[in-house]
């Protein structure tokens, strides 16, 4: 059981993976949560009892490499087959499942019927310490991004497969985008990352909605009342 709702665990590419089922009846539609499943549930509580099923797939790396989006594309077609659903599913990003969530609907957009960040990583400079992150773990940062993609204090400044890098392909095919932040996170600053992403989108007229929580650090995700989130997806879902 997952918060009270029948799950399956299995093993998916060598990932351990699980299936969250819907309390009444599914309506063919699917929530991907990229990263962090058991943090900050309400909103995919709420999803659930509105028949929604939630699928989830443990990544390697949180840094969303190139292997990691594909596996990711696979487990989308491998869940929406076995479930009869519809394979355009809710991207749903926290911190750095932004990160993986922003690059998958960048590369696999067919997927993607909305996407919703929270406090996304969508630099990875900026997380490898070259802007204003001042969490004590940058430290940490670094080193992972550093076995990820094997660079260096050189190297990394020619890194181009951040998702600020490849927001066209957002533009381009119509993704509706659903940004919530907090003005006081000092952990994945927002001018350096979804600042970059909502300017781009409102220069170009894309589809979003930009929440700020007032005076809130990079945790709590989502929000008390769920109700505008779901609200955006249900509008906007395709």
Known sequence: MWNDFNDKDFI???REAKIVYPSGDANGKILL????????PNFDIAMLKRGYHLIFIKHESRWAPDEEIEIMADFIKHCAK????????II?????????????????????????L????????????LGECADPAVSTFRRE???TFDVDNSTILNFRKSPIDKMEKLIENNIP????YGNADFVVVYREN???LEDYYKANRGNIKVICRSMAKHHPHGLDNPEPIINFVEQNIR
Do not use: H, W
């Open 194 to 196: 979804g600042k970059v």
């Open 118 to 129: 929270d406090n996304p990583v969508l630099n990875i400079l900026s997380m490898y310490g």
């Open 12 to 14: 998916f590419a060598g």
């Open 33 to 40: 949560k990229t990263e962090y499943l058991d943090a900050f």
């Open 82 to 89: 076995e479930l009869n659903a519809s394979e355009k599913v």
């Open 145 to 147: 991004i550093i076995n």
């Open 177 to 180: 985008i659903l940004l919530i």
């Open 92 to 116: 749903e990003g926290m911190s750095c499942g932004g990160l993986q969530g922003a690059r998958l609907a960048e590369e696999y957009p067919e997927l993607c019927a909305v996407l919703y």
